[in-house]
T-cell receptor
Framework: GAGVSQTPSNKVTEKGKYVELRCDPI?????LYWYRQSLGQGPEFLIY????????DSGLPNDRFFAVRPEGSVSTLKIQRTERGDSAVYLC????????????FGPGTRLTVL | QKEVEQNSGPLSVPEGAIASLNCTYS??????FFWYRQYSGKSPELIMS????GDKEDGRFTAQLNKASQYVSLLIRDSQPSDSATYLC??????????FGPGTSLSVIP
């Protein structure tokens, strides 16, 4: 079946603007994860959803970052008042359920804040 | 101490050799361990998972886990140029979070 999809693949925005990044997980996967990856680093955990609820949002760096998953499938990561330091690749992953934990990643969204 | 550490790269091996990638972790209660491969400009791809002490083999890849030493490794036999990538170690900790290491860059020289 189809893998994890993310849109857009690239996003360029200006400092202070608002952006939304979308993730569509593998069908049937109840767990969804957002990560941020900077050059030369491993993925950094942001938030994890089990179903519709955010089970762990401890990785969100500040209150400018917010994510939703209203119907337990597609998720949107929202960043307000973007800063140049937010520039990174934002990765979404899904897994069959929480206990399974073998995560399958989407292609990522490269965010550039000018 | 960082939660998941990997041997610093880049690591270069000749084609046909064995590549050895190492990872240590700090949370003694960790139970699940994963190796991901990431090609330049691409997203991570799961290649191995291991849950019990010992070796787990899948084709040319062998994952080794030693919980007492808090150490997990990945061996790639008969390395091919197509194995050139960054290898990420990921650990599911006792507090139910998956933490990724910084990655080790592997270059297989033809």
């Amino acid at each position: 079946g189809a893998g994890v999809s993310q849109t857009p693949s690239n996003k360029v925005t200006e400092k202070g603007k608002y952006v939304e990044l979308r993730c569509d997980p593998i069908s049937g996967h109840t767990a969804l994860y957002w990560y941020r990856q900077s050059l030369g680093q491993g993925p950094e955990f942001l938030i994890y959803f089990q179903g519709t609820g955010a089970a762990d949002d401890s990785g969100l760096p500040n209150d400018r970052f917010f994510a939703v998953r209203p119907e337990g499938s597609v998720s949107t990561l929202k960043i307000q008042r973007t800063e140049r330091g937010d520039s990174a690749v934002y990765l979404c992953a899904s897994s069959l359920d929480r206990g399974y934990n073998e995560q399958f990643f989407g292609p990522g969204t490269r965010l550039t804040v000018l | 101490q960082k939660e998941v550490e990997q041997n610093s790269g880049p690591l270069s091996v000749p084609e046909g050799a064995i590549a050895s990638l190492n990872c240590t972790y700090s949370d003694r209660g960790s139970q699940s361990f994963f190796w991901y491969r990431q090609y330049s400009g691409k997203s991570p791809e799961l290649i191995m998972s291991i849950y019990s002490n010992g070796d787990k083999e899948d084709g040319r890849f062998t994952a080794q886990l030693n919980k007492a030493s808090q150490y997990v490794s990945l061996l790639i036999r008969d390395s091919q140029p197509s194995d050139s990538a960054t290898y990420l170690c990921a650990v599911k900790t006792s507090y139910d979070k998956v933490i990724f290491g910084p990655g080790t860059s592997l270059s297989v020289i033809p």
